[in-house]
T-cell receptor, first 113, second 113 residues
């Protein structure tokens, strides 16, 4: 399959701290990137997206950073809350009319009270 | 506004049977995508439809098929089920023709015994 395999790293943070979740994407031709949050028993929930002509985009308590030179994407969550505990996926899409997202393997975020 | 609705939520089948899963996209969305999620392979692209046309298909055997209706609702079918088809099947819809900001449903959990 095209998705990265089983390895699921875990990030444990203290409530109120900032979280940084990293993702290495695979295709240098990808020009659209998106972060999803998935809670147990639910489908992925859209968090934030960014196009390749930007290197930073901010949302409510979240910031996405894109470094095309090293094909790296990160999601920063400010003042992490217990409700942020979930698995986070990055995904990439090429504007080559493939219309499909290629997902990373995900990172589990655990927020300690 | 209702989100992406998938039915049924859970399904148990035996090997050799076939199954049909249903997806109703967000009102006004004309693009529908299907993904398979398993612990071993993560999220993998199955196929994508826009205005009743399949624009792309992932690397899955011909036992996996789908279609989209004129009201944008979509179905996917898996014939001759195998144990390895056990997975969470996710449907997603997008407002844009380029499939940006895909919104996912909660999925259909298929178990093949």
């Amino acid at each position: 399959g095209e998705s990265v395999g089983l390895h699921l790293p875990t990030l444990s943070v203290q409530e109120g701290d900032n979280s940084i979740i990293n993702c290495a994407y695979s295709n240098s031709a990808s020009d659209y990137f998106i972060w999803y949050k998935q809670e147990s028993g639910k489908g992925p929930q859209f968090i934030i997206d960014i196009r390749s002509n930007m290197d930073k985009r901010q949302g409510q308590r979240v910031t996405v950073l894109l470094n095309k030179t090293v094909k790296h994407l990160s999601l920063q969550i400010a003042a992490t809350q217990p409700g942020d505990s979930a698995v986070y996926f990055c995904a990439e899409m090429g504007m080559d009319s493939s219309y499909k997202l290629i997902f990373g393997s995900g990172t589990r975020l655990l927020v300690r009270p | 506004k209702a989100g992406v609705t998938q039915t049924p939520r859970y399904l148990i089948k035996t090997r050799g049977q076939q199954v049909t899963l249903s997806c109703s996209p967000i009102s006004g969305h004309r693009s529908v995508s299907w993904y398979q999620q398993t612990p071993g392979q993560g999220l993998q692209f199955l196929f994508e439809y826009f205005s009743e046309t399949q624009r792309n298909k992932g690397n899955f055997p011909g036992r996996f098929s789908g279609r989209q209706f004129s009201n944008s609702r979509s179905e996917m079918n898996v014939s001759t089920l195998e144990l390895g088809d056990s997975a969470l099947y996710l449907c997603a819809s997008s407002w844009t023709k380029a499939n940006e900001k895909l919104f996912f449903g909660s999925g259909t959990q298929l178990s093949v015994l």
